[in-house]
């Protein structure tokens, strides 16, 4: 299977909360991201967590890890029209310090 | 802080012709910088990892002499496409580690190919 799996769409309405899920392999990550993307533009580093870490809370998003699991959540608080996107779970190789994306979420807002 | 360029922003070529695509990073140092590309609606594939002063180091698949990587500076590096042909059409974005910040990496806005 796919390293990193990401359903691939969501569909929420203005003022609700928002849950973007991953799921990973690699067992030896440290360091887990997720990333924004819009049409046509580059990627957004929007909030990344350590490995040894549970949750991680910045702002509107908050970020859950369970790595016994190796499930990794987004969630949005307050969803916002401009949050309408594609959302990519990555993890970082740490030997080749490259990245490994999931095949992206795209997140609907609907006003 | 942490912002990362690329020229250009979209070209497009006829097959056969080389096309260069730079990225840069504009107020930080990157010991480290790496190429991805993206098909439509796909995730972003690695195609290689550049260390300034040597010799970047390719993913399986890709191929090192059509994709030149060269990393002369600590905030340049660039791609070269060379003999381009339609299926080398493709988003082409960069990304860079800030020195000393190695888990946090940053991308560019892209460059989009269009191979005639």
């Known amino acids: 299977g796919e390293d990193v799996e990401q359903s691939l769409f969501l569909s929420v309405r203005e003022g609700d909360s928002s849950v973007i899920n991953c799921t990973y392999t690699?067992?030896?990550?440290?360091?887990l991201y997720w990333y924004k993307q819009e049409p046509g533009a580059g990627l957004q580093l929007l909030t990344y967590i350590f490995s040894n870490m549970d949750m991680k809370q910045d702002q509107r998003l908050t970020v859950l890890l369970n790595k016994k699991d190796k499930h990794l959540s987004l969630r949005i608080a307050d969803t916002q029209t401009g949050d309408s996107a594609i959302y990519f779970c990555?993890?970082?190789?740490?030997?080749?310090?490259?990245?490994?994306f999931g095949s992206g979420t795209r997140l609907q807002v609907q006003p | 802080g942490a912002v990362v360029s690329q020229h250009p922003s979209w070209v497009i070529c006829k097959s056969g012709t080389s096309v260069k695509i730079e990225c840069r990073s504009l107020d930080f140092q990157a010991t480290t910088m790496f190429w991805y590309r993206q098909f439509p609606k796909q995730s972003l594939m690695l195609m290689a990892t550049?260390?300034?002063?040597?010799?970047?180091?390719?993913e399986q698949g890709v191929e090192k002499d059509k994709f030149l990587i060269n990393h002369a500076s600590l905030t340049l590096s660039t791609l070269t496409v060379t003999s381009a042909h339609p299926e080398d059409s493709s988003f082409y974005i960069c990304?860079?580690?800030?020195?000393?910040?190695?888990?946090?990496?940053?991308f560019g806005p892209g460059t989009r190919l269009t191979v005639l």
């Open positions: 990555a993890y970082m190789d740490t030997g080749r310090r490259a990245l490994t």
């Open positions: 690699d067992s030896s990550s440290t360091y």
């Open positions: 990304s860079a580690n800030p020195r000393g910040l190695y888990n946090e990496q940053f």
């Open positions: 550049s260390n300034e002063g040597s010799k970047a180091t390719y």
